[in-house]
Structure formats: C-alpha cells, structure tokens
Nanobody
C-alpha cells in the first residue's frame, strides 16, 4: 500500500509561483509513475501532468504546457509540481496520484492540497 501526502498549497497572488510537493510512503515510490490533477470549485477532477518512474519521461495536458513543471526525487520519495504565473482560474484542490499514465487509470491518490489564487 502506498500513501501519498500533498503539501505546499495556500493563498497566493496572481502572477506568483508555487511549488507543490507530494511525499510517498513505502519503498515502492520509485516504482510508481506519478501524476498531478486538480479540481476547480464546482468542476470535475482534471489531469495536469505525469512523470515516469525514473523521471526521464513526462506528459502534459495540452492546456497546461508551459506554466506547469513536474519533477521527482526518488531519494526523497517526493514528486513536485511547479506552477508559474498563477491565475485565479488555477484555484482548486491539487491531488497527486500514483501508478498509472495519462488522464485515467491511477491506483493511488493523496488527499489533496488547496490552492487559492487571488486577483
């Protein structure tokens, strides 16, 4: 069983940057591909990006290319999401997920971290 815990969310101003972290428990973290999703208020959960087990392959939703960067540090069992030029439309709960690829089929989920962007 893998447990994922997100952190780094909060209230930020539009135009600022933010880095979210997702720490995984257990020795299996390095064997999992990882992803970030977000859920805006009143909307469904949407895929942002994912990264391979080794970190050498990434995949981004077309709408998110450029402002979002995923990375991982397997020694720390942590995956990161860097967001630049934050917009109020980025407000929502950000989730990390493990064990899948692309928009669907993920096995493990964190509880989410809230990001609120004020204009």
């Amino acid at each position: 069983q893998v447990q994922l815990v997100e952190s780094g969310g909060g209230l930020v101003q539009a135009g600022e940057s933010l880095r979210l972290s997702c720490a995984g428990s257990g020795r299996t973290f390095s064997y999992l591909s990882m992803a970030w999703f977000r859920q805006a208020p009143g909307k469904g959960r949407e895929f942002i990006t994912c990264i391979s087990r080794s970190g050498d392959t990434t995949y981004y939703a077309d709408s998110d290319k450029g402002r979002f960067t995923i990375s991982r540090d397997n020694a720390k069992s942590t995956v990161y999401l860097q967001i630049t030029s934050l917009e109020p439309e980025d407000t929502g709960v950000y989730y990390c997920a493990g064990g899948g690829w692309g928009p669907e089929g993920w096995s493990y989920w964190g509880q989410g971290t809230q990001v609120t962007v004020s204009s």
